[in-house]
């Protein structure tokens, strides 16, 4: 009996409680996920292709089904080097659904052989993004309800501690 493998793709810079979330339901679900981290999105990063499998190694710990990867190129073509032939993607919001609409076919005419399946965000997951983390951080907001500790402990270390008005606060005053 073949196993069933899933691909889970994405940038994860950096990884989230609905990240974490998508990635234990995807493992309830199927036999392994692959947590495929791309190594160059088009959108600017903060944190290296490394710190981010990093970072979602930890994140992932508790998940024994589960591994993290980095690629590049078309995902496709990862996950059938992987053995995968499902893609697993979470929706946050409606506005998510026309470009995971527009990816999943675009995918599905690269590789007719690998399916997509969209998995609802929980609803205490909605508003996260990687996007709102780094931002709010770096406003000097508390993080750990939307991330892991791993990743407060990057981001500090990455941007430094900052205080309300999001400036950063000299060691000495620690």
Do not use: W
């Amino acid at each position: 009996m073949t196993q069933k493998i899933a691909l889970y793709p994405g940038s994860f810079d950096p990884v989230h409680y609905g990240h974490i979330d998508i990635a234990q339901r995807a493992a309830a679900i199927f036999d392994h996920v692959i947590v495929a981290v791309y190594e160059s999105p088009k959108k600017p990063l903060l944190f290296s292709p490394q710190e981010r499998v990093a970072m979602l190694t930890v994140a992932m710990a508790h998940l024994p089904n589960v591994t993290v990867r980095s690629y590049r190129g078309l995902t496709v073509k990862f996950a059938r080097s992987q053995g995968a032939h499902v893609l697993v993607r979470g929706l946050r919001v409606i506005s998510d659904f026309e470009m995971e609409y527009q990816m999943a076919l675009t995918n599905q005419q690269l590789g007719p052989d690998i399916d997509t399946i969209c998995l609802m965000t929980r609803y205490e997951y909605a508003f996260l993004s990687a996007s709102l983390v780094k931002e709010v951080f770096a406003a000097g907001g508390d993080v750990s309800q939307m991330t892991p500790p791993v990743v407060v402990e990057a981001l500090l270390k990455k941007l430094g501690p900052r205080n309300a008005n999001g400036v950063e606060v000299p060691s000495i005053m620690l």
